[in-house]
């Protein structure tokens, strides 16, 4: 990323929905550079542009830490698979304790515990797992087509 791109980054960052002509008037450059630095960020994976919704706006859902020790030798394979779990928010490979530590999006206290005792188990690698529930999260946002899915399924497994 150079210059540009970070300073059209930092503007879509407070407001995702700006037009990209205020962001070159504001930048100080063509329209068409802002849509070409957009365009190839967007396409190389650097950037993307998306709905976000404040987590504290859903007080029924829990956040949840989770720190994940690995049998060392499947730590990337079970880093892969732990992503995959459908509450799962980001997943990363970290130093210390645990040797993964996976963020979850849990609707449910029901939710929550089935991923602990019933999904993350379950993966061939994981040995032992810690998890830390999220009493109040300050700045933290989530995309908006992943609560919104959690809720939807959750809903749907409460109708049967």
């Given at each position: 990323?150079?210059?540009?791109?970070?300073?059209?980054?930092?503007?879509?960052?407070?407001n995702?929905?700006?037009?990209?002509?205020?962001?070159?008037?504001?930048?100080?450059?063509?329209?068409?550079?802002?849509?070409?630095?957009?365009?190839?960020?967007?396409?190389?994976?650097?950037?993307?542009?998306?709905?976000?919704?404040?987590?504290?706006?859903?007080?029924?859902?829990?956040?949840?830490?989770v720190?994940?020790?690995?049998?060392?030798?499947?730590?990337?394979?079970?880093?892969?698979e732990?992503?995959?779990?459908?509450?799962?928010?980001t997943?990363?490979?970290?130093?210390?304790?645990?040797?993964?530590?996976?963020?979850?999006?849990a609707?449910?206290?029901?939710?929550?515990?089935?991923?602990?005792?019933?999904?993350?188990?379950?993966?061939?690698?994981?040995?032992?797992?810690?998890?830390?529930?999220?009493?109040?999260?300050?700045?933290?946002?989530?995309?908006?087509?992943?609560?919104?899915?959690?809720?939807?399924?959750?809903?749907?497994?409460?109708?049967?």
């Amino acid at each position: 990323m150079d210059t540009i791109d970070l300073e059209i980054s930092s503007i879509l960052g407070q407001n995702g929905r700006i037009s990209n002509r205020e962001i070159a008037r504001r930048i100080g450059i063509a329209e068409g550079t802002v849509r070409q630095h957009l365009g190839h960020m967007i396409e190389s994976g650097a950037l993307r542009v998306t709905a976000q919704v404040n987590i504290e706006s859903f007080p029924e859902v829990y956040v949840a830490l989770v720190g994940v020790k690995i049998d060392g030798r499947r730590l990337n394979e079970c880093a892969c698979e732990v992503e995959k779990l459908p509450s799962v928010l980001t997943t990363m490979i970290v130093t210390g304790r645990y040797d993964l530590i996976a963020v979850i999006l849990a609707p449910s206290r029901r939710t929550l515990v089935d991923f602990v005792t019933g999904q993350l188990s379950k993966i061939p690698g994981v040995k032992d797992s810690e998890t830390y529930v999220v009493l109040r999260n300050f700045g933290q946002w989530v995309a908006a087509d992943k609560i919104s899915q959690l809720l939807r399924d959750e809903i749907k497994d409460d109708e049967r």
